[in-house]
């Protein structure tokens, strides 16, 4: 005989089970009655490990001050869009929360940011002021603070300019000729030309020291189209095909690291972080025991016909008005801005992370080694990306999307024509911007 | 043939063709190990062989992995997780395929290409509707956030399997078992599953890698770097801003391939017939 399946007792069993499983889930954890205030803060991993201890000593500190428990995370920078994507939909997650590279996240986000203006206000005086206060206002308003940036000087081998007759270069002509000369015995220029944070700001310091821009000042103008633009597309062309591998479409942000800390490149566009790891590895000169340490040496942006400029990652820090912890966040920022504890801060870094608050470019850091003595130079000179545009959703966006690189490289590798890769970035940027005046 | 021929034909008819396969199968773990035992000075070195070791083996970077971050809890932390998604997963996945594959009922073809197509759509769509849900339940910073939402992509992968296998299994078998008394849960439990264990093992062995290997949710749900799993975990501490830790890396890769290969190993027989179940009928 047969027997009916019993469809009753199997749903019991189901919904036994599922019960079994939420009671687990709610059992492991406290009700939310029963836990004390926490303050979390989610960042991005320095390469200088210190710098995170330092930032986690104080926000100990303070949280013991405060009798606050805190929480401080720390992810790759590379997994932060991501994490910040999805705090902002579920509208929960830190209190705080790193926000870049770029400004443009406080236009992004600037429905689930705080106003920080009391902040920003009662930072400033007590460390000479911020470096350019207006280029961090976004809709006239402290959406974020900016919190460090990594300047970018030239990294040159002193002793392979030595062999080649040179001398550190001053001028991006200077580095076309160096390359050249360095290329043709195993040793060119490297800098990134693909999707990478160090091919946007290379290349858009380029672009300005020839004179060139993307976007006007008034924000809405595309102004890539243009003579400027063509001299220096024509000079990354050249130092692409006369000076460089063909390899560098291809690097990411660590590539050129690598380049000359293997001791192939003879000079490479970047923060102090490639001689700092050459440093701590021992890495040494291929075929020698002389350290590629000793033989580094960095100085300042380069200058082109027109100007000095260059820009970097503009790491900022933001409160989420999401947060039940609003207050406490920016008790926490003014705390960690103090004079005292940015110096400490600093000191932790190397000089790696230098504050956009006037005061701190001086900081004896950048005098302890002498690596570090244009650092503050290069400051000076560093704006935002979108300069001389304000910075926008629109802005972060041709940034995100790598549209410069894209250009550059698309008539360095002759893909396109000149004509062919300006006008393509040029729609590309149309488009980005008309498309944000929309959802405005 | 002789003995002797035999050997030096299989040599040719199987060995030789094979060897390209496993060398190319092979090749990324080797080079994983070469370079977690390099140094950093021979990693940075363009003049050295990268697939060869010159200067020495170095433990350093096993060493950094222990001592200086969290690792061994990120990889306690995977296996929870791991196992926990893969025992509901497969449980859920007997349940949903029994009668999708056993009974006939309206809709059930429907139903069972619907769960089908859910396989088929990308977690990277689905993390930030599932980070709000994730956060209603109060589950984010938990590793329950994580073995709550694994099956979201484990159980139609594993109802698909099993679907296929349970019908490869003559329906008599459980006739039988029905007219000396069983009824449907029993005769699952006592005929279908002891027959559909090779079937059972390959949805589980597939689970416990999907899980083992789940980079966004893991990232995305769990913050604290205590509650990290060994993807994120490895990925968070050793790459920082443009320096790349490469021998951590790969030391943490080749500790993290072990789970996997061990159970392939123990599991591999079953895992092929589970597989190629239904291929001949």
């Known amino acids: 005989m047969t027997r009916e399946p019993r469809t009753l007792s199997r749903r019991a069993f189901l919904g036994t089970a599922a019960a079994g499983v939420g009671a687990a889930v709610a059992l492991d954890r406290a009700p939310a009655l029963a836990q004390a205030k926490e303050l979390s803060f989610l960042t991005v991993a320095s390469f200088v490990p210190d710098t995170d201890k330092e930032l986690k000593r104080q926000f100990e500190e303070w949280g013991a001050k405060n009798k606050v428990k805190v929480r401080l995370d720390i992810i790759a920078h590379l997994q932060l869009q991501t994490k910040k994507a999805a705090e902002v939909q ?69 002793d392979l300019l030595e062999k080649i007759g040179e001398k550190a270069p001053d001028t991006w002509e200077d580095v076309l000729r160096i390359g050249k000369k360095g290329k043709a015995l195993g040793n060119p220029f490297g800098t990134a030309i693909g999707h990478s944070g160090d091919a946007n700001v290379t290349l858009l310091s380029i672009l ?59 000079a490479i566009h970047n923060p102090i972080s490639a001689y700092e790891s050459a440093k701590k590895d021992k890495v040494v000169v291929p075929g020698t025991q002389t350290e590629i340490a000793s033989v580094i040496d960095h100085v300042h942006t380069p200058k082109g016909p027109v100007d000095r400029k260059a820009t970097t990652g503009f790491w900022c820090v933001g409160v989420w008005n999401f947060s039940k912890n609003i207050d406490l966040a920016k008790d926490f920022l003014r705390y960690h801005f103090q ?86 970035g040029e729609k590309e940027m149309q488009e980005i911007y008309a498309g944000r005046r929309r959802k405005q | 043939m002789s003995r002797r021929g035999r050997a030096w034909r299989s040599v040719f008819t199987l060995y030789l063709p094979v060897a390209p396969f496993v060398f190319f199968a092979l090749f990324p773990l080797y080079f994983m190990v070469v370079t977690s035992l390099k140094t950093n000075a021979e990693l940075y070195d363009p003049t050295t ?126 006739e039988c078992a029905m007219l000396d008394g069983c009824n449907r849960v029993q005769t699952l439990v006592r005929i279908l599953l002891p027959v559909a264990v090779p079937g059972v093992i390959c949805a589980a062995l597939f689970a416990f890698t999907l899980s083992w290997n789940e980079f966004l949710y893991a990232l995305v749900f769990v913050s604290p770097a205590e509650l990290k799993t060994m993807t994120v975990g490895v990925f968070s501490e050793l790459i920082r801003g443009d320096i790349y830790y490469w021998g951590g890396l790969m030391a943490g890769a080749c500790i993290g391939s072990l789970p996997i290969v061990i159970a392939y190993v123990f599991f591999l027989d079953y895992y092929v017939s589970g597989l190629t179940a239904g291929a001949v009928k």
């Open chain 1, 339 to 424: 004079p005292e504890n940015q110096n400490k801060w600093v000191e932790a870094g190397h000089g790696f992370n230098m504050p956009f608050l006037t005061s701190l470019t001086k900081h004896t850091v950048y005098k302890s080694d002498k690596q570090y003595r244009f650092i503050p130079e290069v400051a000076k000179v560093t704006v935002p990306p979108s300069w001389p545009g304000p910075t926008t959703a629109a802005s972060q966006q041709v940034w995100d999307l790598y549209i410069i690189p894209d250009m550059f490289a698309q008539y360095a590798t002759g893909k396109m024509t000149l004509d062919q890769a300006i006008a393509w």
């Open chain 1, 90 to 158: 579920s509208r929960s997650g830190h209190d705080l929360t790193a926000l870049g590279p770029g400004l443009g996240d406080a236009d992004l986000y600037f429905d689930y940011l705080a106003d920080l203006n009391d902040v920003a206000g009662d930072v400033a005086p007590k460390n000479g002021g911020w470096l350019n206060s207006d280029d961090y206002l976004i809709r006239g308003k402290w959406k974020l603070l900016p919190w460090w940036q990594p300047p970018f000087p030239m990294a040159v081998r002193t």
């Open chain 2, 49 to 174: 062989v990268p697939f060869l070791i010159k200067r020495g083996v170095t433990f350093g970077h096993y060493q950094l992995l222990s001592n200086d971050t969290l690792f061994w809890s990120w990889f306690i932390n995977s296996l929870l997780v791991s196992v926990g998604a893969t025992v509901i997963s497969v449980i859920l996945g007997i349940l949903a395929a029994y009668p999708l594959a056993r009974l006939k009922f309206f809709g059930g073809d429907s139903f069972g290409v619907a769960i089908f197509i859910t396989y088929l759509v990308p977690p990277s769509l689905l993390f930030l509707p599932l980070t709000t849900v994730v956060n209603r339940l109060g589950l984010s910073d938990s590793l329950w956030s994580l073995i709550v939402t694994y099956p979201t992509f484990l159980v139609p992968f594993c109802t698909w399997l099993l679907m296929g296998y349970f019908r490869t299994v003559p329906r008599e078998i459980e």
């Open chain 1, 208 to 266: 300005w020291s020839y004179g060139g821009s993307y976007v006007a000042k008034d924000g809405k103008t595309i102004t890539i189209n243009s003579k400027e633009t063509r001299a220096a597309m024509e000079f990354v062309k050249r130092l692409y095909t006369e000076a460089m591998d063909p390899e560098v479409v291809a690097w990411d942000d660590a590539s050129n690291n690598r380049c000359l800390n293997a001791g192939k490149c003879i």
